[in-house]
RNA sequence: GGGAGCAUAGCUCAGUUGGUUCAGAGCAUCUGCCUUACAAGCAGAGGGUCCGCGGUUCGAGCCCGUGUGCUCCCACCA
């Protein structure tokens, strides 16, 4: 047990406007005086010095001489502190050790006298010797009077002070000392420290480290007990005469008692303040398996340690670090492995949701206007690991419109199953490279989630279906108006969806759910959440390069379409330069219905009234009904052309530079080469298309 | 006052030993489309002195110093 200054817990600073007595306090043996300033003269009772700043050149002289407390005339020193500021009031602080919080430590530091002036119901006390039972505030009132006819008062100003008030009951807090129980908390934080240092348990974000490093290495004994009727109890009992008996419970403190004494106690009770609610909770990751209370039983086994606690990090103190302090001192092991902290949510403005301001979304309205799994991906999607949540409706619009487009992809799938014809072929490029671009994307997504990082993956699971799967693959694998689907691309489309469904479950679980009991009647599992199948081998990453240049010639050519203005429904013809016609194979058709073609031809030459694009290494030449604006056209390539060279300079720059060439690596220097190389070539291709124009 | 973090497109954020053409994504914006899954959509585009200054280096969005601005935690002046 220890005396505590001051609980300020619960505890609301107002602004208050107050005022500052200038009191003045006669020198032990000489006429001077010292003049303090203090907004609460009813404590001055409680004073057992005065303190100055031992630089401040006004009170040198008074270093270690004694003063008169006013109207009681107690004789207390004058000592000297750095905690003293110079420039406030008069630059003399009276101290009030069991009034005020730093005067504690002050006097701690200095050994001063400890003088409780004031009862537990704000009246005055017997140690005050005046004004003894009259409440704190009508006694400010009076001294003040007493002070001033006596000639103690030189004068009062206005002040403006932050006062604390009570959370519940809004009355004024004043510090006061008192008996309470504390725990050391040194020789307990040492090994949680080491813990979380040495990665024993994972910090997600990891940033979070320092401030839990921060505090652990400044920790402050804990104060566990509280003036409440419920809790725990604090095992501790006294006998008629006071004496203190802590033990597990009453019977072994009993057994305790009278070893020590002899003697079974005539009167035995047990202490009435509870324990701080923090001290139960850090014993939550145990107590709840009844890990301490039954040591050893099957369920503490199997659930302790504990894999992951998901918190936030403005408790990382309060609780996080004392359930690890709990699980070494209790369970001589961590309690859990990992830890993700989540952000608090925020309104649009990056105000904190709150009751008063009444800000907090209304989830079930929300539920009720986007669905549940567009609340979810809403709040997911805009969740960056450790940063606050931004939460604003639009992403909620996002994940509704998400939903439909799953469901529109399952309205598609469904309308082929009815055409499908039993002929099979050789899976055709989409199939493959679709495969391809699910392995890549798994891995990318598993290692999001073994990092936390949630909001990533699933953007990037929600593009892999968006972009991926709807835009381009449905697309590529689309039958024309009416034809039938190959079988076997059918099921491995179901295939393939079925898997994004397992992907994005954890997110999204009810439609999901939904859709993956409609790709296939008659599933006998229900979806659940699992880790990704890892692929079996990593990516083919010739059959995702050539898809990505797929992806990239579409879209060039559908962007000369668009600027030339050429009407979606109007076709074009495309002819194909290139050295390497090999990797356009099976491409065709897939290129035919994405860009509108009527046919694509390769060619050695220029095709005259042709629009030129060149993409990657090949050109290709865009013919339609349409006159070709070709000023548009020339005007970017020589765009191109010019920021081609600047690079080239760049580069050549630096390969040429004899520093860079001794100091990088041989593989960056490798790449420079290539880029070189590469420029050079486009730079030659566009020549030749420009020469031609 | 003590500590931690942040500053990159209009907004929210990625950018993983400093080296691909690194300046990115989503949303928002603009343009064109009622194309037979989807207008809650499709196709395309524009948009940035990577906060300022200095340093290290062959090379800096990334490392170091410094200034400015913001956020959070803790303490709080009689």
């Known amino acids: 047990k220890a005396l505590t200054a001051l609980s300020d817990e619960e505890v609301i600073r107002k602004e208050i406007k107050q005022k500052l007595y200038h009191i003045r306090y006669q020198i032990d043996g000489s006429d001077e005086s010292i003049v303090i300033a203090t907004v609460r003269p009813e404590t001055i009772m409680g004073d057992t010095a005065i303190c100055v700043n031992p630089k401040d050149e006004r009170y040198l002289h008074l270093h270690g001489k004694f003063a008169f407390v006013p109207l009681i005339n107690r004789r207390i020193p004058i000592i000297a502190d750095e905690y003293v500021t110079m420039d406030f009031g008069t630059g003399a602080l009276k101290v009030t050790p069991a009034h005020d919080t730093n005067d504690y430590q002050l ?149 305790k008692y009278v070893a020590d004494h002899g003697k079974n106690p005539v009167f035995f009770k047990q202490d009435e303040d509870c324990l701080d609610t923090w001290f139960s909770s850090w014993l939550w990751p145990f107590e709840v398996f009844k890990g301490y209370s039954n040591p050893g039983n099957k369920e503490i086994q199997y659930y302790y340690p504990t894999n992951t606690l998901v918190t936030a990090p403005e408790i990382i103190f309060f609780w996080v670090a004392r359930m690890i302090m709990a699980g070494e001192e209790y369970m001589k092991a961590i309690p859990f492995k990992e830890v993700y902290f989540t952000g608090i949510v925020r309104d649009k403005q990056g105000r904190k949701m709150s009751k008063s301001l009444g800000n907090s979304p209304d989830l079930l309205g929300l539920i009720d206007q986007y669905g549940a799994d567009a609340s979810r991906f809403g709040i997911m999607i805009s969740s960056p690991a450790g940063n606050d949540i931004l939460f604003d409706e639009a992403a909620l619009e996002q994940g509704r419109n998400f939903n439909n487009k799953m469901w529109n992809a399952l309205k598609l799938i469904h309308m082929w199953k009815e055409r499908t014809t039993d002929l099979v072929t050789e899976p055709p490029f989409a199939v493959r490279w679709f495969e391809e671009r699910l392995r890549q994307v798994t891995e990318e997504v598993d290692l999001m989630m073994t990092q936390f990082r949630l909001s990533e993956a699933l953007k990037t699971i929600y593009s892999l279906i968006w972009d991926d799967f709807c835009s381009w693959y449905l697309e590529w694998v689309k039958p024309g108006y009416e034809q039938p689907l190959e079988e076997n691309v059918h099921d491995f489309t179901v295939d393939y969806f079925t898997e994004l469904m397992q992907m994005l479950h954890p997110f999204m679980p009810f439609i999901t759910e939904e859709i993956y009991h409609q790709l296939e009647k008659n599933r006998e599992v229900d979806l659940c959440v699992r880790q990704c199948q890892m692929p079996n081998h990593s990516a083919n990453s010739s059959i995702l390069e050539q898809g990505q240049m797929l992806k990239e010639i579409i879209t060039g050519i559908r962007d000369v379409r668009n600027k030339q203005q050429i009407k979606p429904k109007e076709t074009i013809k495309l002819f194909i330069q290139t050295e390497t016609p090999d990797i356009f194979k099976g491409l065709y058709g897939i290129i035919e219905k994405q860009v509108n073609a009527s046919e694509i031809n390769l060619s050695t030459t220029n095709i005259p009234g042709s629009f030129t694009t060149v993409i990657g290494k090949n050109t290709f030449y865009v013919v339609s009904e349409k006159p070709i604006d070709t000023s548009h056209q020339k005007a970017e390539l020589e765009k191109e052309m010019e920021y081609l060279k600047g690079f080239l300079v760049s580069v050549e720059k630096k390969l040429s530079n004899e520093r860079f060439v001794s100091n990088a690596k041989p593989e960056v220097i490798e790449l420079e080469k290539k880029k070189k190389n590469d420029a050079e070539n486009k730079i030659r291709i566009i020549e030749e298309s420009l020469e031609k124009m």
């Open 107 to 255: 006097g701690t530091k200095h050994n001063l006298e400890v003088v409780d002036v004031l009862n537990d119901d704000g009246t005055m006390s017997e140690a005050a010797q005046i004004y003894v039972g009259l409440d704190r505030f009508e006694t400010r009132k009076k001294i003040a009077v007493e002070l001033e006819e006596k000639g103690y008062l030189l004068k009062t100003e206005e002040y403006t002070s932050e006062v604390g008030f009570s959370e519940r009951t809004d009355v004024v807090v004043e510090p006061r000392l008192s008996l309470q129980w504390w725990l050391s908390m040194k020789d307990i934080a040492t090994p949680a420290l080491k813990a979380v240092m040495e990665e024993e348990i994972q910090f997600f974000p990891p940033k979070f480290r320092n401030v839990y490093k921060h505090w652990m290495e400044n920790i402050k004994d804990w104060c566990v007990s509280r003036q409440l009727w419920w809790g725990h109890r604090i095992p501790a009992w006294y006998d008629e005469q006071g004496n203190v008996v802590v033990a597990e419970n009453e019977e072994k403190a009993i057994e």
